[in-house]
């Protein structure tokens, strides 16, 4: 009898926990990475791992703004954002997260036995609190407040 992959099992776990707390997200991430593992795709796993990121953002980003360049939001609406004391606030808090989530890319480049914790922490908030996947980079920020590793 041959061996189990621990990492296969490890995502079809997270695969169930995503099932499990009606998440497809969490669901369709984990088998899609396991069809990548156990195919010959899998040497693309590099390719994942250094850009994959940054389509992610990139697509969330897209996502983000799609209302501003479909008409939805107006010019008028966004310059009204400087108006608002709840949406100067935001304007903060988006600042802050941005800021959080370039410290958490830098503590994630150096130190990267974080990353494990970050992403197991990630997917657990998503599969179990229905979670948004966006917290990696931002919980790596608050983790480098907490260690003082900026």
Do not use: C
């Not at 490890?10 to 156990?38: C, E, K, P, Y």
């Not at 990139?58 to 954002?81: F, R, W």
């Amino acid at each position: 009898m041959s061996q189990i992959d621990p990492t296969l099992l490890v995502l079809l776990v997270l695969a169930g926990l995503g099932i499990i707390s009606h998440n497809m997200t969490v669901t369709l991430a984990m088998l899609f990475l396991l069809v990548v593992r156990i195919t010959p795709l899998n040497q693309f796993f590099p390719w994942i791992e250094r850009y994959g990121l940054t389509v992610g953002v990139l697509i969330l980003t897209i996502g983000v703004m799609a209302p501003v360049a479909s008409g939805k939001i107006s010019v008028h609406t966004i310059l009204n954002v400087f108006l608002n004391w709840k949406s100067l606030l935001a304007i903060a808090v988006g600042v802050l997260v941005s800021w959080l989530g370039g410290k958490g890319a830098v503590l994630m480049s150096n130190q990267p036995s974080t990353v494990a914790g970050l992403l197991v922490g990630t997917v657990l908030g998503v599969a179990l609190f229905r979670g948004v996947p966006v917290g990696p980079l931002i919980a790596a920020g608050i983790l480098s407040l907490v260690i003082g590793r900026f």
